[in-house]
């Protein structure tokens, strides 16, 4: 996944630290925003899963360290949900003037309660996505119950979360009483999809139905069974990023790609791998894929492997190269189904191949041609499955020229 390395200012002038992560040609068809959890990062795990999963769509996506956080500039300590909130609102500016406005907000835990409350003023948010984000603010103030004292008597006081120890200011707790979030639900006014799990032992499910019974039309609720708060299994933000990318194709009206209107100018596939792992994303025809390996051989398995999309060439041609035959002869064929498998054999080992040493490839094809055909004419159609268009390519003489981009 292609990404960009931003920072923009917040209300103080303070640089905070972004990346756009970018579909795979870079030409974005809409704009999202993504808010990270309490004391998290933008590059936490789970986040780059999603914004993968929405890169996959087109969408591309701004997510970015709140101020005093990651690599962002800032006292921690001197910030407040109300600067959080602040942050989002510059980080929307900074889209806008620079890309484009983002259409989407994506806010997880807090960050999914500071994109409830930013919503109304990022006028070119259409949809917002909460993932297992509070229905008010006391819930943050009661996990700082054992600081409150020390908070209330010294003006501030040191917490440790997952770790790391940051410092909490009187300030920031009086700012949670003064934030109106059942006002900010209600009078949301855009699709609201709400992720939460049921088994989330930091903020409990109950939050996600009130924050439902609150929103208006039109919302939907997807439950992530036994995820928890962070989202730490991959599986889990791999589902998350997969439903909240088609939400977000039908809510932000983004059209499929027609597979007609092709750029005869350049009409080349793309591919692209990034700096870890092997997942691979295509691009071919305005169509978005993914390639992969398998995890035994340190891939992701996250999509088919190079080998599987040849087969699939050869297995899609063959059954399109079927039904245009029938169809034109009129016979009664159903459906074609062709099942194929790739596999090195020792040439020595084909009586039928020229070359006689070292391995060569073997591709098994079989083809289940369902109808009432009788015996003639399924030889017939046997026959012209060796005549597919991907079929002849594979076994005549290709030539490959390779250069590098200047």
């Not at 589902?239 to 007609?260: F, H, N």
Request: hydrophobic share 40%.
């Amino acid at each position: 996944m292609p990404f960009l390395k931003l920072s923009f200012k917040n209300e103080n002038g303070e640089h905070l630290a972004a990346r756009l992560d970018l579909p795979a040609d870079e030409k974005p068809v809409a704009y999202a925003m993504f808010a990270h959890c309490f004391t998290c990062t933008k590059n936490l795990n789970a986040v780059v899963n999603i914004n993968r999963a929405l890169a996959k769509e087109g969408i591309a996506t701004l997510r970015f360290d709140f101020t005093g956080l990651g690599e962002s500039e800032g006292d921690f300590s001197h910030t407040s949900f109300s600067s959080n909130v602040s942050d989002l609102i510059a980080a929307a500016d900074f889209l806008r003037q620079e890309f484009d406005a983002p259409k989407l907000l994506i806010g997880h835990s807090l960050g999914g309660a500071a994109v409830l409350q930013a919503a109304k003023y990022i006028p070119s948010s259409i949809a917002v996505a909460t993932l297992g984000a509070p229905s008010n603010l006391t819930h943050l103030a009661r996990y700082l119950k054992p600081q409150q004292n020390a908070i209330a008597t010294g003006g501030e006081a040191e917490i440790t979360l997952a770790g790391k120890t940051f410092k909490i200011k009187k300030q920031s707790l009086d700012d949670l009483d003064l934030i109106p979030m059942q006002e900010a639900i209600q009078n949301l006014n855009k699709a609201l999809l709400i992720f939460h799990s049921p088994v989330d032992s930091i903020v409990g499910i109950e939050n996600a139905a009130e924050i439902f019974q609150l929103a208006r039309h039109p919302k939907s609720f997807i439950s992530l069974d036994r995820a928890d708060h962070l989202l730490s299994n991959r599986e889990d933000s791999l589902y998350v990023g997969s439903v909240l990318a088609a939400w977000a194709r039908k809510y932000l009206e983004i059209s499929p790609p027609a597979s007609v209107a092709r750029d005869l100018t350049d009409n080349r596939v793309m591919t692209r791998t990034g700096r870890r792992g092997y997942q691979t994303e295509i691009v071919a025809s305005g169509h978005r894929l993914l390639a992969d390996e398998p995890i035994a051989v340190g891939g992701s398995d996250t999509g088919p492997t190079p080998y599987d999309y040849l087969l699939a060439a050869l297995g899609a041609c063959t059954s399109m190269t079927l039904r245009m035959v029938a169809d034109r002869k009129g016979l009664a064929l159903d459906s074609i189904v062709v099942r194929l498998k790739h596999q090195k054999i020792h040439a020595e080992d084909c009586q039928s191949c020229e070359t006689k040493s070292g391995k060569i490839d073997s591709i098994e094809r079989e083809i289940e041609l369902e109808g009432p055909l009788d015996r003639e004419q399924r030889q017939r159609l046997l026959e012209i499955a060796d005549r597919c268009p991907v079929h002849r390519t594979l076994r005549s003489e290709i030539i490959v020229n390779s250069k590098l981009k200047e």
